[in-house]
């Protein structure tokens, strides 16, 4: 026979155990729930922008800086200066910190072509300044290559002067031109292979590159940015277009969504493409996340096709599910024959690709 009082005593306790267990599950039955509007609010501040910075500093101490584009190639042209005016930025897209393994540091993911364009900077640098040396030999005549790699210089400077006059326009677009047609005809991987005679006058040239990375919060553009160092990216086309910066600020991270994604998916892609830029007139005071809606198109082992609107800037920001987890990361948007974007029809690399590009840290 059961004791009445224990009955009572049994009962009260699987109410109280059941009521914990809705206590416990209730947050994440509201969290499916909750309209684009009310996700939107808890996401807009785990989003930032990603800035790229490079300085550039040449062996005789001065500091270059990227003023132009050459008539003839439209290769890029670079400037002097004594003063070291800061980074500049080079390359731009999104980022988001994401829940890891790891609890000492803060890790953002965004992607590997973003991350490069520093480096592909740097490289164009160094590309112009190994055959400004060479040129600069090439035309000293019996002069010193020294005192003629400063006047070429001095030319080349001319891109940061307003108002040309004729003369100054036609000895800088000389000289511009005829230090790319030297990188062109010998020291280029065409003209030379082993690049032995580049890394020559690439050693005299002596160009530093510094590179880092800056993470903005949405705000005023007055608060302080995030600068992070590479944790890891991409080595090669073969491996998933992903890239992962690391930061000692504390910030909560993005979750995983653990429901595989599918055809006909509800999603939204959270960044900051150039194109809402263009229609806020004071864009250039806050940092601003956008969100665009769309569905999942396309599912393929290593990339989710999605027909929300991507374009420029969006690389690097998540795509996310109606229960707010994320279900990939903006990778690549489509070109058409004429080389004009396709906005409907963009790649994110999906969250299986993510933990085995790092499983150390997922």
């Keep these: ?207 530093q590159p510094s590179v880092s990375y800056f993470l903005h919060r949405p705000g005023p553009v007055s608060q302080p940015a995030i600068e992070a160092k590479l944790y890891k990216t991409a080595k090669s086309d073969a491996e998933p277009d992903l890239a992962i910066l690391a930061t000692t600020t504390s910030m909560a991270g993005m979750e995983f969504d653990t429901v595989e994604p599918s055809e006909g998916q509800e999603v939204q892609v959270i960044g900051y493409p150039t194109a809402s830029d263009q229609i806020d007139l004071d864009s250039s005071k806050y940092y601003a996340p956008t969100f665009n809606t769309g569905r999942i198109s396309r599912v393929a082992p290593r990339i989710l096709q999605v027909d929300a609107p991507i374009t420029t800037g969006n690389s690097g920001g998540p795509v996310v599910s109606v229960r707010g987890k994320v279900v990939g990361v903006v990778a690549v948007r489509a070109i058409s024959a004429r080389g004009g974007e396709l906005p409907n029809f963009g790649g994110a690399v999906t969250v299986q690709s993510i933990k085995s590009f790092a499983p150390e840290l997922f």
């Design 1 to 207: 026979m059961v004791d009445p009082g224990k009955s009572k005593h049994l009962i009260r306790l699987a109410r109280a155990i059941a009521m914990a267990g809705l206590i416990l599950i209730a947050p994440n039955v509201l969290a499916a729930g909750e309209s684009w509007e009310q996700l939107d609010k808890q996401l807009k501040h785990q989003v930032l922008q990603l800035n790229v910075g490079l300085k550039l500093r040449l062996k005789d101490g001065l500091w270059a800086q990227l003023a132009d584009l050459s008539p003839k190639y439209h290769y890029p042209v670079f400037s002097t200066t004594k003063e070291d005016k800061g980074y500049r930025v080079v390359g731009f897209g999104s980022s988001f910190p994401v829940a890891a393994n790891d609890h000492s540091r803060t890790y953002f993911i965004t992607n590997r072509h973003v991350i490069e364009s520093g480096a592909d900077v740097a490289g164009e640098c160094e590309r112009f300044y190994a055959a400004l040396r060479l040129y600069a030999e090439q035309t000293a005549g019996i002069g010193n290559a020294d005192t003629r790699y400063a006047e070429l210089m001095q030319s080349v400077n001319l891109s940061a002067k307003r108002d040309l006059a004729l003369a100054e326009r036609n000895l800088y677009q000389t000289t511009v031109d005829g230090i790319w047609d030297c990188y062109e005809t010998y020291l280029s991987a065409r003209a030379d292979p082993a690049r032995a005679l580049f890394k020559k006058y690439l050693s005299a040239a002596g160009v």
